[in-house]
C-alpha cells in the first residue's frame, strides 16, 4: 500500500509574523511622529496664519496673563498677547535660524574639507590646525563670541551659529575626501590624465555628500537650540519679535503666576529638536544599512 507523501508547506507559511514586524521597523511609530512634527512646523512657519489667524503682535491689556481656555488655547502673557499665535509664528523665526545657519555651515564645511583634502600637505595642515582650535571651543561659546564682535540680532545669530558650526561639518568632509581619493577609480582617472578639479567634482565630491546630508539633519535640531539659547539671553531678535527663546526669557519672571507663557514655547523647541535627532539618526541608520 502506497502512502501519500505529505504536502509541502513553504517555510514563510509558518511565521507570516515577522514580515509584519519587518515592515514595522522599516518605518517606526517614534519616525512617523517625527515626520509629523516637522511637517506640521513647516505648515507653521510657510502659512502660520493659517494655524493662528490671531495677529501675534496685537496688545489687549483686559487679556492679560490668562490661562489657557478655549478662547486662549495657550494663554496670554503679560500684555494681553495671545501666546498659541506666537509660538506658531514664532516657528518661521527659529525654523528660518536653524535652516539658514546649517545651509551656510555645510556649504562652507565643505568646501573647506575638500580644499583641504585634496590639496593635503602644508594646506591640510594649516586647515586642520585651525579646525582644531575651534573644536576646542564649545559651539554656544562660539556663537556667543561672534555675536558679541558682530551685533546682535537674527541675522547676525544665523551667522554665528554657522561659524561655530563649520568645524564639524569641514573635519567629517576631509576625512571622507581622505577615503576617497586613494580609491581604485581615483586613482585610474589620474593615471588617465583626468584634471584634478574634474575628478574632485565627477569622483570625490558625490561620496561626501551622503554622510554630509545625515549630519546636517542632525545640526538642524542643535542650530534651532542654539539660536534659542542665544535668544534667551538677550542675543538674538528683540522684542516684539514671537522668538521661542526670546519669550521663554519674557515668561522666565512669571513661571509661578504664568506658566504657560514660557512652557509652550520651550514645549515646542523641544519637540523641534527631539524630531530632527530621531531622523537624524533614522537616515543614519538607513545609510549605515542597519534596518
Given at each position: 500500500?502506497?502512502?501519500p507523501a505529505p504536502e509541502l508547506i513553504h517555510p514563510t507559511s509558518l511565521h507570516p509574523a515577522p514580515q509584519t514586524v519587518r515592515r514595522s521597523r522599516r518605518f517606526p511609530a517614534g519616525v512617523a511622529l517625527a515626520t509629523c512634527i516637522l511637517a506640521f512646523l513647516a505648515l507653521c512657519a510657510i502659512s502660520p496664519t493659517l494655524i493662528a489667524p490671531q495677529d501675534p503682535y496685537?496688545?489687549?491689556?483686559?487679556?492679560?496673563?490668562?490661562?489657557?481656555?478655549?478662547?486662549?488655547?495657550?494663554?496670554?502673557?503679560?500684555?494681553?498677547?495671545?501666546?498659541?499665535?506666537?509660538?506658531?509664528?514664532?516657528?518661521?523665526?527659529?525654523?528660518?535660524?536653524?535652516?539658514?545657519?546649517?545651509?551656510?555651515?555645510?556649504?562652507?564645511?565643505?568646501?573647506?574639507?575638500?580644499?583641504?583634502?585634496?590639496?593635503?600637505?602644508?594646506?591640510?595642515?594649516?586647515?586642520?590646525?585651525?579646525?582644531?582650535?575651534?573644536?576646542?571651543?564649545?559651539?554656544?561659546?562660539?556663537?556667543?563670541?561672534?555675536?558679541?564682535?558682530?551685533?546682535?540680532?537674527?541675522?547676525?545669530?544665523?551667522?554665528?551659529?554657522?561659524?561655530?558650526?563649520?568645524?564639524?561639518?569641514?573635519?567629517?568632509?576631509?576625512?571622507?575626501?581622505?577615503?576617497?581619493?586613494?580609491?581604485?577609480?581615483?586613482?585610474?582617472?589620474?593615471?588617465?590624465?583626468?584634471?584634478?578639479?574634474?575628478?574632485?567634482?565627477?569622483?570625490?565630491?558625490?561620496?561626501?555628500?551622503?554622510?554630509?546630508?545625515?549630519?546636517?539633519?542632525?545640526?538642524?535640531?542643535?542650530?534651532?537650540?542654539?539660536?534659542?539659547?542665544?535668544?534667551?539671553?538677550?542675543?538674538?531678535?528683540?522684542?516684539?519679535?514671537?522668538?521661542?527663546?526670546?519669550?521663554?526669557?519674557?515668561?522666565?519672571?512669571?513661571?509661578?503666576?504664568?506658566?504657560?507663557?514660557?512652557?509652550?514655547?520651550?514645549?515646542?523647541?523641544?519637540?523641534?529638536?527631539?524630531?530632527?535627532?530621531?531622523?537624524?539618526?533614522?537616515?543614519?541608520?538607513?545609510?549605515?544599512?542597519?534596518?
Open positions: 500500500m502506497t502512502v496685537k496688545i489687549s491689556l483686559l487679556h492679560t496673563l490668562r490661562a489657557p481656555s478655549l478662547e486662549f488655547p495657550f494663554g496670554t502673557d503679560q500684555l494681553g498677547r495671545d501666546i498659541f499665535s506666537r509660538v506658531v509664528h514664532g516657528a518661521s523665526y527659529s525654523l528660518a535660524i536653524g535652516l539658514g545657519a546649517t545651509l551656510i555651515a555645510v556649504i562652507s564645511g565643505l568646501s573647506i574639507g575638500l580644499v583641504a583634502g585634496s590639496a593635503g600637505g602644508v594646506v591640510d595642515l594649516a586647515f586642520m590646525r585651525l579646525i582644531d582650535v575651534l573644536l576646542a571651543f564649545p559651539a554656544l561659546f562660539m556663537s556667543m563670541t561672534v555675536v558679541a564682535l558682530i551685533g546682535t540680532g537674527g541675522v547676525n545669530v544665523l551667522i554665528a551659529i554657522a561659524i561655530a558650526e563649520i568645524p564639524r561639518y569641514a573635519r567629517i568632509v576631509r576625512s571622507q575626501v581622505l577615503i576617497v581619493r586613494t580609491s581604485g577609480y581615483v586613482e585610474a582617472a589620474r593615471i588617465l590624465g583626468q584634471r584634478r578639479w574634474v575628478t574632485l567634482l565627477r569622483h570625490i565630491l558625490p561620496h561626501t555628500v551622503g554622510p554630509l546630508i545625515i549630519l546636517s539633519t542632525l545640526g538642524i535640531g542643535s542650530a534651532i537650540l542654539s539660536s534659542a539659547a542665544l535668544s534667551y539671553l538677550g542675543l538674538g531678535p528683540k522684542p516684539p519679535t514671537p522668538e521661542w527663546g526670546l519669550m521663554l526669557a519674557e515668561g522666565q519672571g512669571y513661571l509661578r503666576k504664568a506658566w504657560w507663557i514660557g512652557v509652550f514655547p520651550g514645549v515646542f523647541a523641544t519637540l523641534t529638536v527631539i524630531s530632527t535627532t530621531v531622523l537624524g539618526r533614522r537616515l543614519k541608520a538607513l545609510s549605515d544599512g542597519r534596518v
